[in-house]
């Protein structure tokens, strides 16, 4: 995968998660967490950017009082560090309770071209 850059990457994390407090607020749940997973799509390779997206979840989790969600955060914001220092991430994973937490998936195609520009 190629870097994103920092700035980059912050600037679409702000607009992915601008657009699930906006979903969130039109009480469009479903929405909201998509824009939480492909931020975490985004930020799972950088160590940071990788547990807010955990935190945003667990918050949107929380809020929503969705238990099974709740845990499925907090053992994810436990993972992430590991992961990230060793390097073993599922790349493409959308970081939620209801898909293994160690499965790659795959990369929707606009954050493909994002991730890995020089892709076909």
Known sequence: MADVSPHRLAVLLAEEYHAADEAERAGRIAMAWHHLERGHILAQTRFWPHLQSHREMLHLALRNRDR??????????????????????PLGNTGRSNVSAFAPMELPPDLHAILDPHAD
Do not use: C, K, M
């Open 68 to 89: 099974r969600e709740v845990i499925g955060q907090l053992i994810r914001f436990a993972l992430a560090p590991l992961g990230n220092l060793t390097g073993r991430l």
